[in-house]
């Protein structure tokens, strides 16, 4: 679905912020890609949004498919009330389509908020809208960008659980972009370490699918997942 | 909310009793300073020829006002479009805007002033009134949010629904911030140009100011100043209240945060 195939990437004659990058993410997949600040994640990420061209290399994604990004910040139109954010990828597009507004609503726990503006939420109830804006294309790409780095804790892993039962529902192949080893290991099928612009390594945490939120917080696999990236990425700064 | 309206209003009325009392007391003559129930006096009996004196700086204000604007609208767009444009006329802009008004109002007076007075102390308030709308409304216009300038490329907005959607919204705040110091320096400016403009065909508020004060007639230059911040605070209060009309869905929840 998403086809990164050896990106280059900088600016001017600076050094590259991304070299020699390749990745694939199947439908349906989630990766995560975690790694310190300035590795070039969020690059990556704009990379494969088209928001940047890549200097050498291709990016391709599954012809036709919609993608969804979901920014570090919330972005939302603070003139503009909550249904009608939600709506505004659409309504560019010159659709509208008020059924899928809502069901986007209530499918990211927010289904009473619409009529409220912006500075009424809450920073996890404006991430929710954030996220419902994203799926209302119906994408089958969706970008994450740090989403929940501003966010408290406890709110951080309900959100957490929302993305991975959209991820069930609506069954979209997504790239995460994370500094959270923890929100990684619990998120992603996948999860690739970066360091300087480059890949270091892959963690394939391979938590049950089936254990509840709890208990998947707590898995052996989860602090073992953990404990592998961290050695991608000591080894990278040593 | 109450002590907010009634705390003015009683440090208003204290002073204008405090002011009472001083002149009767000290006996100062009123050619010094009168007292406020004789410059009431004079503001009740004297409506009619400051209304019509009020209306014309009202006009020549307003008239400067929205020149200020649709100018300062059209460049700052401009300046939005390119950097070059912006670069050129930028620096007259600043040049216009440092140049103290009195010291120019001669000159356009001699330019267009002889045969319409009118519109010399127009384009004189809108010299006055021009730059910080211009100034507000570039930065205005440049101050998108970037995450929601990508969100809209993401989409691939059109250059319409982009400028209609996101950049308009976004400096609408910043034109109000303009326009209410636009609109104090527009009637500043209105009121240099009739002072430097002397007498003549202009009958407006500062003339009856000068005319006042040649007479020696103290309470009517009370009576000018009043009418002159009347229609201050009115302006800018009007500025005000468009702005909470308009850009009310930003306001409005802010107080109800959780």
């Known amino acids: 679905m998403i086809n990164v195939d050896n990106v280059r990437f900088g600016y001017g004659n600076e050094a590259p912020v991304l070299d020699g990058v390749s990745l694939n993410v199947a439908a349906g997949e989630m990766v995560a890609l975690v790694g310190p600040s300035g590795c070039g994640k969020s690059t990556l990420l704009r990379l ?160 049950d699918p089936a254990l509840p939120s709890k208990e998947r917080r707590a898995a ?6 953990v404990s592998a990236m961290q050695g991608w990425l000591e080894e990278a700064v040593a | 909310m109450k002590t907010r309206i009634l705390a003015p209003v009683l440090s208003l009325l204290l002073a204008i009793i405090a002011w009472e009392a001083g002149v009767a007391l000290t ?22 020829e400051f209304a019509s004196s009020a209306a014309f700086t009202l006009k020549i204000t307003l008239l400067a006002l929205a020149a200020a604007l649709l100018t300062g609208l059209v460049l700052a767009f401009l300046f939005s479009l390119s950097g070059t444009i912006e670069a050129a006329l930028s620096p007259i802009a600043v040049i216009l805007q440092v140049t103290p008004i009195v010291a120019v109002a001669p000159l356009i007076l001699i330019w267009v002033g002889i045969d319409n007075v009118e519109r010399a102390l127009v384009i004189i308030a809108w010299l006055a009134a021009f730059f910080p709308i211009l100034a507000t409304l570039t930065s205005g216009l440049k101050a998108v949010d970037p995450a929601l300038a990508d969100l809209f490329r993401l989409y691939k907005a059109t250059p319409w629904q982009r400028f209609s959607r996101l950049v308009v919204p976004t400096a609408l705040p910043y034109l109000f911030a303009g326009l209410r110091v636009g609109s104090g320096l527009a009637l500043i400016g209105a009121v240099v140009a009739e002072f430097v403009a002397g007498s003549g065909e202009a009958a407006g508020l500062a003339w009856r100011i000068l005319e006042a004060g040649n007479r020696l007639q103290v309470e009517r230059l009370f009576v000018g100043l009043f009418w002159l911040i009347a229609l201050g605070v009115g302006l800018y209060y009007s500025v005000g209240l468009a702005e909470r009309f308009l850009l009310k869905p930003q306001r409005v929840d802010k107080g109800a945060l959780h």
């Not at chain 1, 050498?56 to 993608?67: D, F, I, M, P, W």
């Open chain 1, 48 to 207: 494969v949004a088209g928001l940047e061209k890549p200097s050498a290399g291709s990016v391709t994604r599954g012809a036709g498919s919609e993608t969804g990004f979901v920014f570090q910040s919330p972005a939302l139109l603070p003139w503009e009330k909550v249904r009608a954010n939600v709506a505004l990828p659409l309504e560019l597009a010159g659709k509208s389509n008020d059924a899928a507004v809502q069901a986007c609503l209530d499918a990211a726990g927010i289904g009473e908020l619409g009529g409220r503006y912006p500075a009424s939420l809450s920073g996890g109830q404006a991430m929710r809208v954030s996220i419902a804006r994203a799926l209302v294309t119906a994408p089958e790409i969706l970008l994450f960008d740090e989403p929940f780095a501003a966010l408290d804790e406890i709110i951080r892993f309900h959100l957490n659980d929302l993305i991975r039962n959209l991820k069930v529902s609506r069954k979209f192949a997504s790239l995460f972009v994370t500094h959270s080893l923890y929100e990684a290991a619990y998120l992603a099928d996948r999860i690739l370490v970066m360091g300087k612009g480059r890949l270091l390594g892959q963690v394939v945490p391979g938590i």
């Open chain 1, 220 to 225: 052996p696999e989860l602090a073992a997942a």
């Open chain 2, 27 to 48: 006996g100062v003559s009123k050619f010094i300073l009168p007292a406020p129930s004789a410059i009431g006096a004079e503001l009740v009996g004297s409506i009619p």
